[in-house]
Every structure is written in C-alpha cells, then in structure tokens.
C-alpha cells in the first residue's frame, strides 16, 4: 500500500468512524501481548481465509489518529517473527500467507501496514496456539469470526480435486435405481454412440453409476436414484417465497406466502424447483408470428442453468450432505445458493471465463446425458463453461441486470433480479407505449431512451446481444410508429405528444432528457443558445406541456426535465 492509498482508505474510514471488510486497525502499545497480540493473529488469520485486506498498526478509533508513544520498528520486529516457518517456537499462524510489511508516515508519526494476501494454498490459516478448530477465522464486515466445521473442510480441501461422488453408498443397491429414468439414459449412450455400452452388462460399473461391489456410488445414486433422500435426506431444494425483501424474522405471523421442498433425483429436483418458481413469477403473453407465448419474468433457460450449477457444483461431502439448495424468491429478485465455495482454487474473478471446474467429475459427467423433459431440449448440465456466459446474455437480452455471484467460503450464491421489463409500472407504460404484445428489444429499447434521453443502435446491441443492423431496424421500425423521434445519425428519443414545436424548440427538447434535471445554462452549453433566446422558447415547451419545470420563475434552482 502506498502512502497516497493509505490516505484515501483513512478518509473512508473516518467518514464512517469503524473499519470495514478490507482494514482493520489497531492501536498497539510497545509490547504486544496477551488479547492484544491474539486479535491481530486472528485478523491476519480472517484476511488470509477471505479475500486479503490490511492491518494497521499504531491508529486510534474511533478517529483513526497515531497513539502517542507507538514503536513502529518493534512491532514489525514481533511480527516478522511471527510469520517466520523456518522459526516454529515463534511462528504464530500456519500457513503463512503472502504478507508484505511496510512503515508509512500519517500526520507525521509512523504506523505499520501490514498487506495480506488471501491464501493460494489449502488452509485455513489459523492461529496456532488455539489449534485450527479455534483458531480459524473469516472477514465478516468489521469483525472477525471462526469458520464453521464445514468452512474449515471447504479451505483444507479447495485445491483438491475431490472424489466423493465416486464413493459407493452403503446398503444401497441397483434396486434403488429409477428404471425409467436409466433407460432414458441408456438410450442416450446408445444413440450418441458412447463407447460405454458393450456386448456384456457392465456399462452401470463403467459410467460409474455403481462401484465395484456392486452399491450405488454417490454420483449414480443422486442423479439415477428412485429416491437419494432415504440415503442423504438433508440433500433437496428448500423453495421459499418470502413476503418482502427479506427472510421474515422467526416468530412474526408470516414467515413464508409458498414452499415447497424438492425431492427425488436431481433431474427431479430441478423439475419440482422450476414449477415451484414459475408459480411464483409473472408472467407476460407474447406475440410472435400468429401465436404466443408467456414470457417468464426472468427467462425460464437462466433458472434452469442456476439450478442445473447449484446441483451438479454443490459440496456433497459428509459435513455438507445436511446443508439444503435454497430458492428464496423475494419481490425483487430470486436468490440460490448453494453448500460449498468456488471448488479447485477457481476465484470469484474468474466466474465469466467460459472455463468448467466441476467439484464432481463423475456427477457431472453422468448428467451430461440426462435429458432434461419432453417439453425442454438438451441435457441436465452440459459442463462446458458456457452456461454463466448464456446467463449473461439472456438477463441481457431480457432488459435485465447481469446475475450477481455472491461467493462464501462454504456457499455461492447467485442473485437474479426480478426489476426488468415486467417490473409492474414499467409493464404498463410499455403497454402503453407499444400495445401488449411488444419484444423485449422493442421495450429494452424505450427504457432505455427513457432512462438515458437517448438510445443508440450500439446501447440497444450491447444491452440485448443482438446483431447491430436488426436494433438499427428495430429503431427505425419505432420511429416509423412515431414512438420515438430520430434527432441525429444514431441519436433515438421518445417521441413528443403531437404538438407543433418550431426547429428551436426541437433543439431545446433535444438537450433535455427525462431523468435528469438540466438548467438553463446546461441547456444553453448544448444548444449554442443564449439564456436570453432560450426563456421565451423554455416558456412555450412548458406551456404545452413539452416540458416541466422543477421550480418556479425566480427560483434560482429551477431546471427542466422532458415531460
């Protein structure tokens, strides 16, 4: 960290008298000992096991000024020693995380930054004199608390290709099979040819489905069992409708306004979610050609992936096997997670780079040949990186914000919201604008030009995927309906009511948008008009109700705003 960097922070802090999820601060006497000397091991442990962040050493709170008397050389001393692996009569933690230590000079007294980096190793990084059970610790906001059991298994294991979906499961049998569903399956191997599939009846031992004493493995039990939850009945999807924004405290009279709890397989599994979801979404009719079809508020192929990954990518060891898949379905946006972080050292960066990291390669290859419905082409999971990509594109093309991936040391959870096109008012006045039955392009297009004061073909390719020359004659299409009014070569507004406006005005309405208030002078700026010239104009735009203004004549705050 550099001294300009320390200060920006500094200032953060400050403005919100406490330390946060990136810095802790610690005044420190000369000497540290005792609980003084293990909160900062603990603080390193947090950072270590999260995302890295800084300790600095020498500070006060709540004002986050030097402490008269702090020796700075000494406590870098005490903490080299501590993280020293060659010295383990002085060591502190284990393992030792990629730590850089610097002295920095703030309102000209000396304090000590120490840089964590989050480990690259299986961890966790935890205090050694309190063993690794008590010793361990993650970065919750400004404080730091111990990981769970299941937290320490997912950091001792997250570089480690697992193998537990290969372990055959006791007392279970090929009696504890879905006949039909492994002759769909079967019939798949056969038709793609799958070299699985030979003269004798081994094809089960060889796709893995069952290990070599004949039991089920985890992997066949799950994704071809007649019923897994008579072996692992904390393994379903828990699906939550919740009356507000967020999960309703226990004890008020309305916990919950649907659930329902998703057995069976996974295939299953996902089938009962998706119903489930679906009752619980809008719903919009669309007309395309001479028929229609309902439109899923959030398109119905992102929940299936979000469930497909939350099933295939979930942690199904021992700790993790009574941790549910959960749905929570709020007003405005779906949430799932699912048990155990970002498995094989994948990072949360690295989420969009069309790369598959499957925790279980066994499942994940036996649900690539599982049909997903009659009514649904393809496979349950297609495992080839592409799926968070086509997320993306479909929230997209949906007028949707990008899901958003939330990633714990033992949970992922992926975040779609419900604020699009079929947000209530935002529905109604594309209806009015368009009638009822208008595309998502023709509506991502409008709200657009609303919320910017102008669409352009580039804004409406980027925000909806689609190829430039078709929203370039979709633009035009609207305007030829005078929806919306073409002011430049790409430059597309909503069109003003039918009212007669001279050149001037036009320009005047040009420069002005309808979410953002402007001044006379901002308008002037735009148009090369005086103030002067522009009154008279402004007047006459107000008084057709063109344009509206924010306050009175004399006001000096007055600005317009497109009507």
């Not at 469930?307 to 946006?333: C, G, M, P, T």
């Not at 949707?400 to 008012?425: A, C, M, W, Y």
């Not at 919306?484 to 001037?504: D, E, F, G, I, M």
């Amino acid at each position: 960290m550099e001294p300009f960097e320390l200060e920006e922070h500094l200032d953060r802090l400050r403005k919100n008298r406490k330390d946060d999820k990136t810095i802790e601060v610690k005044s420190w006497s000369s000497s540290p000992s005792g609980e003084e000397s293990k909160s900062f091991w603990e603080s390193l442990s947090a950072f270590a096991n999260t995302n890295g962040g800084y300790i600095l050493l020498g500070l006060s709170e709540p004002d986050f000024t030097p402490v008269e008397g702090f020796d700075s050389q000494m406590s870098i001393q005490f903490i080299r020693a501590g993280l020293n692996p060659q010295d383990r009569d002085g060591q502190k933690v284990e393992p030792v995380p990629h730590h850089e230590i610097k002295e920095i000079t703030v309102d000209g007294a000396k304090v000590v930054v120490i840089s964590v980096s989050p480990l690259d190793v299986n961890g966790p990084c935890y205090y050694l004199p309190a063993g690794i059970n008590n010793g361990s610790f993650k970065r919750v906001g400004d404080e730091d608390r111990k990981l769970s059991n299941l937290e320490i298994y997912e950091l001792q294991n997250r570089f480690v290709q697992t193998k537990i979906d290969r372990n055959p499961v006791p007392d279970s049998s090929i009696d504890d099979l879905n006949n039909q569903l492994v002759t769909l399956f079967k019939q798949r191997l056969i038709e793609t040819g799958s070299r699985s599939i030979g003269t004798d009846d081994n094809w089960l031992l060889r796709k893995n489905i069952t290990a070599s004493n004949g039991e089920l493995t985890v992997a066949g039990l799950l994704a071809l069992g007649s019923y897994p939850q008579q072996f692992f009945p904390g393994v379903f999807i828990d699906v939550a409708v919740h009356p507000g924004l967020h999960k309703s405290p226990i004890g008020t009279s309305t916990r919950f306004e649907d659930r329902k709890i998703c057995e069976g397989n996974l295939l299953e599994m996902v089938q009962e979610a998706m119903a489930a979801i679906k009752r619980n979404l809008r719903v919009r009719r669309v007309i395309e050609g001479l028929s229609g079809k309902d439109v899923l508020e959030i398109p119905e192929e992102v929940l299936r992936e979000a469930l497909a990954n939350a099933v295939l990518h979930r942690d199904y060891s021992e700790l993790a096997q009574n941790e549910a898949i959960h749905v929570d379905i709020y007003k405005d946006r779906v949430e799932i997670t699912s048990p155990g972080g970002l498995p094989n050292g994948k990072r949360p960066e690295s989420i969009m780079d069309g790369y598959s990291e499957p925790r279980n390669r066994v499942l994940s290859r036996i649900l690539m040949d599982i049909p997903w419905t009659h009514e649904v082409q393809g496979v349950l999971a297609e495992s080839n990186g592409r799926g968070v990509p086509r997320m993306f594109n479909l929230m997209r093309e949906a007028g949707l914000p990008v899901p958003n991936f939330k990633i714990d040391i033992s949970s992922v959870t992926v975040e779609l919201s419900r604020h699009g096109l079929l947000d209530t008012q935002t529905n109604e006045w594309l209806v009015e604008k368009l009638g009822p039955n208008f595309s998502n392009p023709q509506g991502i297009a409008l709200v657009l030009a609303k919320e910017l004061g102008a669409v352009t073909p580039r804004d409406l390719r980027n925000q909806t995927g689609h190829d430039s020359e078709d929203m370039q004659n979709l633009l035009d299409d609207l305007v030829d309906r005078q929806i919306l009014h073409q002011s430049s070569k790409n430059q597309y507004h909503l069109a003003s009511p039918a009212v007669s406006v001279s050149p001037s005005e036009q320009a005047v309405l040009d420069a002005i948008n309808g979410s953002t208030p402007v001044t006379i002078r901002e308008i002037a700026t735009i148009t090369g008009k005086t103030t002067a010239s522009l009154r008279p104009l402004l007047r006459s735009l107000v008084d057709a109700g063109l344009v509206i203004a924010t306050a009175p004549p004399s006001s000096r705050n007055r600005a317009y705003l497109k009507a």
